[in-house]
């Protein structure tokens, strides 16, 4: 089942991320077929589909970490594999909380904040720490933090200098009760602001209706299903989910 | 940031990363050690001039240790997943490059600041000004390793071969520069017979070749870097 | 040998078969008819020095392949195309086989004329130093799991590699230099000169011929997965 997309007025605005006949390829293995996708500031997009539907191939071109064989990505109208500028404006939340596990939680963030010539320096990781609630642990090494508090560090890493586009791949992987509710309120809290955009990828469903307001589901590397969603009832999103993907064994639609 | 700027912060992060584990420094230096032990027994150390002998010895020991170190280059990326912040940040491969292998470069240079000493004690080398040329061949030759290692070092981890990649390819890639390091160090070895500290005949050819791999491994290097390190 | 003719432009139609392979045979013959009665018996190293001709082709043509090699890596880079991966890949097979040939016809004529299966003289050297590198871009290949990734690092190597050879070249020249002892220039008789071209010839030809089957059995192979593939995503 295909719905068309119906984004914002293009004209109003440059678009945030434009995905124009991407493809990928792994071996014979065809991870995206080619695929188009718009996203602009306000839109926070729930990347959802079966295993292998290309969710994370996605995520991936969209931070510049993989090349599409065919087709364009832009990400304010500049390719983030190339351009150093495009790839400011991004943030990635990962499983893995890719923060260095033999530094500290401050030396992490000031070798991030170096990375991304961030001028405050001390005040701006200070103020990091404060917000993710690390403060204490400042001087406590990476590694020797649990699960949860590493997850913390990475969203402070992630959002350090305020990324316009905030990517989430599984991000709730491995967390607890207490630290999927923290990464939730923090969404919850973006998904209010201007100017932001996020696309989130996640098995949660349920957990995630009322921080997303668009859905965009995958499913054997082709778009099926793409439209807004105003928030509300976890069940009716994952209700959503699954009708996307079954309506691809009754009936060849075209992607 | 610019180049430099983004180079000095991966650096200093590898580095202070090193200070505190230590766990790449200490077991080359000590495998260097043992190595100098195996070759003891296995060559006739006292009888051969050392000259003969020596500079295989020492260069041996060296490429050994650092495939051992070079092969951790990108591990803390690895082990974390870090390697797709570093590429997702604002910075450059070449940036990211750059400080890979200067820091490997470092580490080089440092194993071999410790094995030298222990060389002369072990063997009996006299030490004097004749000596003084032999840091700028440990240099061209370490940059010719580090430069090469680094970047067959970033595809270790991708195929199945795991850490047998890393010397299959460092050694052949890397034996002229070998070569003529060792054809160098005997140079210098040989002069001490000469016992003044002027400049062997032989040694300025081989510098030469020695400073021409240099550039030409980590110009290459350097540009085939960003099409290996990316997905 | 009839096959179905492939709807994908620069498909092969047929594993082309007649015409090419008459070809490399006429050549082939003329060569070991001209190595072998045409050419007299060479006055120093008797009659094992008839094997020279197809020694020096065949590094003549390994390092030809080796050059191959390099070129498709520029050229994967360049354009990610598939067909510069696939050209990488069959040159360099190529080229590690020539080697092969080299480093083994090479012990063969050394052992009546030096005495010795072996030794580290600089020609030998740098094939076996080559044939190293070469070995290793082949294992990377087999050993990488298949996807853009590998192809990317064996572009890469195919360059270093190339890059490597004149050094290696150099240095062991240089290393070597009282130890050379290939003949530097064979006698004169004209007809041997004659014999030299003509197999060259025929390892020219018989390159082409196994670089044009092995890229066509590569691009079939490529294509029949991609069929598989379709196949099971159920989509015509």
Redo the contacts between chains.
Sequence with gaps: MTEPAAPADPAAEPNLVEVRGATRRFGPVAALRPLNLTLAAGDHLLLAGPNGAGKTTLLRLLAGLARPQQGEVRVGGADPRRAAGARRRIGLLSHQPLVYDDLTCEENLRFFARLYGLDGGDETVAAALARSGLAERRDAVAGALSRGLKQRLALARATLHRPELLLLDEPFTGLDAGAAADLVTFLRTRAGEDGTASVLVTHRVTEVADLVNRVVVLDGGRRRCDRLWAGGDGDALQALCAAATAGRDRARAPA | ?SLV??TL??L??DL??EW??RERLSPMIFLVLLMLLVFNFSFDMAGAPLHRTGPGVLWSAFVFASLLGLQRTFA?ER????L?????????RTGLYLAKALANLLYLLVVEAVTLPLFTLFFSLPVGAYLAPLPLVLLLGSTCLAT?GT?FAS?AG????REF?LP??L???A???L??CV?ATGAVLEHSRGGAASWPPALA??LE?LAV?AV?YST??LL?FE??I?? | MPSPSSPTPGAPATIRTHGPTAVVMALMTAALYAVFQYVPTESEMGLVQRIFYFHVASAITAYVAFLLVFVAGIGYLATQRDSWDRLGQAAAELGVAFSIVVLITGPIWAQPVWGRFWRWEPRLTIMLITFTMYVAYLMVRAYGDPGTRTSRFAAALGIMAFVCVPLVRFSVNLWAEEQQLHPVRIALDPRMLHARYVTYAAFAALFVYLLRLRLDQLHLRRRLEELETQVEDDVP
């Design positions: 940031m700027g983004q912060a991966i200093r992060k202070l990363a505190r584990t803390a082990d974390n997943g870090c797709d912040a570093l590429l997702v940040a604002p910075v450059s090469t970047l595809m991708h195929t199945r071969l990649l299959l390819l050694l052949p890639v034996m002229p520069a070569i003529s054809a050819a081989h070749m791999y030409v290459v290097c085939l099409h290996v990316e997905e």
